[in-house]
Structure formats: C-alpha cells, structure tokens
C-alpha cells in the first residue's frame, strides 16, 4: 500500500483545495436553497458530481485516486453532498453505466447527475434481508412488460423517490438461487404501488414498505440480461462500502463528542479527565484509523485491478457498532439531561438525534450479523451459518 500521491494527484487537491477556499468560505450557510443550486451548478460545470464516471456519460473521467481525493478534502470542509441523487450516484448510477443499454444511459444518468429525481433500491423483503437471494418478489414476462407483484420492506426515501431499481424473482425454478434474479428500473408513480412509511424512535420516517400489485414494468427498463440481476446487485453495493468518505465524517463526530466531554461535569470534574471516558473516546479514534487503514488497502487493490474481496464488511461493521457506541456515550455523558429533547437539550438535541437514528445505517446495507456472517465465510473461511 503506498500512500505518496502523485505529482498530478497533488496538483489535483491543490485545485480541490483552492475551489473550496473560493466558494466555501468560513460561516456560509450551506443550507440554504440559493446556496444549495449554485453549489451544485458549479459542481457541474467541474464535472465533479459523477467524477470518476466515464466522460462520455457524462462524468468526469477521472481517476479512482482523484474520486478519494476529492471526497475526503468535500469532507473535511463539512462541504454539502457532491449531488442531491444519494441513491443514484452511489448505487443506480454505476450499475446503469456497467450494465445499462445506450437508451438507458441517455434517459437516467443526466438527470441522476443534475439531481432532478430521487432514486430508492428495492432489495429487502420480509423474508429476505440477511439471506437476499431468497427474495420472492415476483416478476412474470408478459409480452413487452414485466408484471410484478409482492412487498419490500426497509426501503430508504422510497416516499419521495420517482425511481426505484428493483430486484424481482423470473425464474422460480432456478437450481441456484441467486440465479432467476432480475433487475428492473421501476417508475414509481406506475399504477400498483403503494408505499407505507415506517417511523423509527426519533419521529423519523427515511424507511418504507413498498408493495406491488400487478405492477407492469416494461421490459426496456431491464437493468442486465434477465436472470442476472444477483451480479448488477453486487456490483452497485460495492459502491457503498468503501468507508473512506465515512471516516471523515465519523471523525467530526468524535471530535464534537469530545468537545461535550470537555463541557460536561462528572463527579465535580469535566468528564474528559475521567479515564473511562477518554479510554472509550481513545478506543473509538483507533477504530476509526483502522478504518481509513482498511478503506485504503480496499482502495489499493481497485487500483492494481485485482478482484475485489469482502473486506468492505469489515468498515460496515466498524461503522455500524461507532455509530451506536458514539450514541451511548454522549447520552451518558448527560446524565439525566440526556433524556431531554429538543431546543433545551445540550447541544439543541443533537446527541439525541444521533442516539436515535442509528438504524438508518446499522440496518441499510445489512446489519452487523450480516457483516459478521460475511467476514467470517467469505475472508476467515469459517463454515457456512
């Protein structure tokens, strides 16, 4: 693993570096709409939203290295998200460009790019989260259309999403069963789906329960060969779990969480000078470089073009367990006042927020039994659970 950059990859941060100075100065209100669309009209222009997607679609053709780079300066000038399209840029996007048709391309990538529409994945069902091939969302061929019936469930921003990219069974008899899988690009306004939102503890509703009745999807909006959809599925997740753009993010938490520590008193001291306190702060700091350790050895090996392995589980799992005990820690640190919410809280409910939220990525993308499942099959060799 070599961590010297380039000449050119130095002049690229360089550039990244001087484009933040320029239009993120100190105290902007980066929530705000106007800011917002101009911030992304430049991101645009930079190509810098879909960088590292082929120029021809769009993108920015960059480099693998040059993507890292340019995520992890965004992340330590707590800059707004490259683009509004989370799902399509992280998960849709790359699976349209590895596997979509010339039209396919045309019709999704520009608007995922402009963030025109939202996208949601259509992939867990009630009976199919932990084992996901042994999904049974149906989709039977019928002339031009695919006609699909049956439920997902823990779906994210399913609730205002115009698009979902959804996996369906065509062939129920395959030996295997991650073969008969199928990918499909579904419009959600299509007559037959109905979405129920699900609150989790904090009020918040990011998850859903899509259910399709007769739903017809027409069959240029097959995402893959029929009966491949297991490998456009796998391809997509392995977007998501690099880790590296996380670690800045999870850092900023932790240093925020010190920052509480260093404000709150226990036992007539601030809590930061309780050796329990800083032994679990210390711990967290270290997983989170073993992280950005593991993200990069990841890393290393997309760019020696080697085949990619399940070591991404490894930062899930790291990630998953952070969030829930960087929660835990700062309610505690709060004593009583910790159960209070809102504007009257410390820190105006920010580490109540945080404390109740954590399903949205313990649970998105498989939970940590999955994880464990996985690094303990797939890199330990331990037999099959």
């Not at 967290?284 to 990619?308: D, K, S, W």
């Not at 505690?332 to 945080?354: K, N, Y």
């Amino acid at each position: 693993m070599d961590f010297h950059l380039t000449p050119e990859e130095e002049a690229f941060r360089a550039e990244v570096r001087a484009f933040l100075d320029a239009n993120l100065p100190p105290g902007t209100n980066t929530a705000s709409f106007g800011f917002l669309s101009e911030w992304n009209r430049k991101l645009r222009e930079k190509r810098w939203i879909g960088f590292s997607w082929p120029k021809e679609v769009g993108g920015g053709g960059g480099s693998l290295m040059q993507q890292v780079i340019l995520k992890e300066e965004m992340a330590k000038r707590k800059a707004p998200p490259l683009g509004t399209c989370f799902m399509g840029l992280a998960w849709v996007g790359p699976a349209i460009v590895q596997y979509g048709t010339d039209e396919q391309k045309r019709r999704f990538i520009p608007d995922i790019l402009d963030g025109r529409v939202q996208w949601c994945t259509g992939y867990s069902e009630p009976g199919a989260g932990s084992d996901l091939a042994a999904l049974q969302c149906r989709g039977v061929r019928d002339g031009s259309h695919y006609v699909v019936n049956g439920q997902k469930i823990w779906t994210s921003i399913a609730m205002w999403s115009q698009w979902m990219i959804l996996l369906v069974r065509t062939d129920p008899n395959a030996k295997v069963k991650h073969d008969g899988i199928t990918c499909l690009l579904v419009e959600m306004s299509t007559p037959g789906i109905t979405v129920r939102p699900l609150k989790n503890m904090s009020g918040g509703t990011m998850f859903s329960e899509v259910f399709f009745d007769d739903v017809r999807v027409p069959v240029e909006n097959r995402l893959g060969v029929e009966g491949d959809g297991w490998r456009v599925t796998i391809s997509a997740l392995a977007n998501e779990r690099s880790g590296i753009a996380e670690v800045e993010g999870l850092r900023r938490n932790l240093d925020a969480l010190r920052d509480l520590a260093r404000r709150t008193e226990r036992r007539g001291r601030k809590a930061l000078e309780d050796p329990t306190i800083r032994r679990r702060i210390v711990r967290a700091e270290a997983r989170i470089e073993a992280m950005r350790l593991n993200g990069m050895r990841f890393l290393t090996r997309q760019l020696r073009g080697e085949p990619l392995g399940s070591e991404t589980s490894i930062n899930k799992l790291h990630r998953a367990t952070l969030e829930v005990d960087l929660g835990e820690l700062a309610i505690e640190l709060q004593g009583s006042a910790g159960l209070v919410t809102g504007r009257d809280a410390a820190d105006g409910g920010r580490w109540q927020r945080f404390a109740l939220n954590w399903p949205e990525v313990v649970i998105g993308g498989g939970t940590p039994n999955i994880q464990k499942n996985i690094i303990a099959e797939r890199i330990l060799g331990l037999p099959h659970d």
